[in-house]
């Protein structure tokens, strides 16, 4: 009698389990099941659904993948459509331009002037500072990150663990820090000292040695595109400025009172 008793009391305690991993209605349900009842009454049952549902949780898995691929080869699109406009607009306004009058060729805009004599190399001072270049051979000594601190009372925000500001503001936090902002050309620079082309964005996209060469100089691959002190000038108007997109190579020119992320350069460089 008692053993049967044991034997009813034991399979009311697996139907139990059982009903509690189907109320649950997830994988750890029917796992906790099956640890504890290998060959319980449901074990077969139990079976079925964890297949049921790691194959759903495969199909969603690879659903989004698909999402994510066609989002990213939208976006791709997207970027081209958006530079091959830009390239047209700008070559339409340079033949404006010509055709207005305002621009002229090299030889129509320079009068005639003699050849100037030639300079006697003797004359010239040995100890005579050579020019310096516009733009640091090694910049990497040259960044400063903004700290969150640095970056939020200048009036910035921290994304990513980098600072993000418009323009002016972004020029105020690297002046307060004894710094400036660097020009375009500092941050061309770092794309072709990384092996990048400027403006090649498929190519730079898929250069793993360039991808990983401006990462080690500092710049977050989340934060792509890091704002210059340069204005968009002629064609794009002073209220654009210049920033570069470090995981396509691309500098763009967008307004100024768009937010994008900053590093200084030193005070003195």
């Given amino acids: 009698m008692s053993d049967y008793l044991n034997k009813m009391n034991g399979q009311s305690q697996d139907h139990d389990m059982y009903q509690?991993?189907?109320?649950?209605?997830?994988?750890?349900?029917?796992?906790?099941?099956?640890?504890?009842?290998?060959?319980?009454?449901?074990?077969?049952?139990?079976?079925q659904n964890i297949s049921t549902l790691k194959a759903k949780k495969q199909k969603?898995?690879?659903?989004?993948?698909?999402?994510?691929?066609i989002y990213r080869q939208q976006k791709d699109k997207e970027d081209n459509e958006k530079l091959v406009f830009r390239i047209v607009i700008v070559g339409?306004?340079?033949?404006?331009?010509?055709?207005?009058?305002?621009?002229?060729t090299k030889e129509e805009a320079s009068p005639?002037?003699?050849?100037?004599?030639?300079?006697?190399?003797?004359?010239?001072?040995?100890?005579?500072?050579?020019?310096?270049s516009e733009t640091p051979t090694n910049l990497?000594?040259?960044?400063?990150?903004?700290?969150?601190?640095?970056c939020t009372n200048g009036g910035g925000e921290m994304i990513d663990g980098v600072c993000m500001a418009n323009w002016d503001k972004a020029g105020q936090i690297c002046s307060s820090l004894g710094g400036r902002l660097p020009t375009i050309d500092e941050l061309r620079n770092v794309v072709t000292e990384c092996?990048?082309?400027?403006?090649?964005?498929?190519?730079?996209?898929?250069?793993?040695?360039?991808?990983?060469?401006?990462?080690?100089?500092?710049?977050?691959s989340s934060a792509s595109s890091y704002l210059s002190s340069s204005p968009g000038g002629l064609f794009l108007g002073s209220?654009?400025?210049?920033?570069m997109d470090f995981l396509y190579g691309n500098d763009i020119a967008h307004h100024k009172s768009l937010s994008y992320f900053v590093r200084c350069v030193h005070s003195g460089q």
Avoid at 60 to 69: L, T
Wanted: glycine residues 8%; charged residues 25%.
């Fill in 20 to 47: 509690e991993a189907e109320q649950q209605g997830n994988l750890e349900g029917y796992e906790t099941y099956l640890k504890k009842y290998p060959n319980g009454m449901w074990a077969k049952e139990a079976r």
């Fill in 60 to 69: 969603e898995n690879e659903e989004y993948a698909r999402q994510q691929k």
């Fill in 92 to 104: 339409i306004v340079v033949i404006l331009l010509y055709a207005s009058g305002i621009f002229t």
């Fill in 112 to 132: 005639a002037v003699e050849e100037a004599p030639a300079v006697d190399a003797a004359a010239v001072s040995e100890d005579a500072p050579a020019a310096e």
């Fill in 140 to 150: 990497q000594e040259y960044w400063h990150d903004v700290s969150e601190y640095e």
């Fill in 195 to 220: 092996g990048g082309v400027v403006g090649d964005h498929e190519n730079n996209k898929n250069n793993q040695a360039y991808q990983s060469c401006y990462k080690n100089k500092g710049f977050s």
């Fill in 239 to 243: 209220s654009n400025a210049w920033h």
